[in-house]
């Protein structure tokens, strides 16, 4: 069982930047793979940016690639998402998710890959 917990969003200029964090219990953690998802209202879900668990493989939506990097700290048991130069179309509900099923390194992107999930942060970005 994994419990995930993310933070730090919040209000943001368009062009600044933002350092989110996804807080995992749980013993096994570096045996996840993790994504990050957003959510805008009356918008699906969409991805945004996966690590493996070694973190040595990471992929990233086109819309956020150059401008997001997702990293993890296995000892501490967080994933981050670094988001810098945050645009007009960022504002979202930013959930991580974990995962550990055979085919997640290929179907990252797809959210019934992922087993746990958290509650969500906010990032709003003003014009």
């Known amino acids: 069982q994994v419990q995930l917990v993310e933070s730090g969003g919040g209000l943001v200029q368009a062009g600044g930047s933002l350092r989110l964090s996804c807080a995992a219990s749980g013993r096994t953690f570096s045996a996840y793979g993790m994504g990050w998802f957003r959510q805008a209202p009356g918008k699906e879900r969409e991805f945004v940016a996966f690590v493996t668990g070694s973190g040595f493989t990471k992929y990233y939506a086109d819309s956020v690639k150059g401008r997001f990097t997702i990293s993890r700290d296995n000892a501490k048991k967080t994933v981050f998402l670094q988001m810098n130069s945050l645009k007009p179309e960022d504002p979202a509900l930013y959930y991580c998710?974990?995962?550990?099923?055979?085919?997640?390194?290929?179907?990252?992107?797809?959210?019934?890959?992922?087993?746990?999930w958290g509650q969500g942060t906010r990032v709003t970005v003003s014009s």
């Open positions: 998710a974990a995962g550990i099923r055979p085919l997640l390194s290929v179907n990252y992107d797809r959210n019934e890959e992922y087993d746990y």
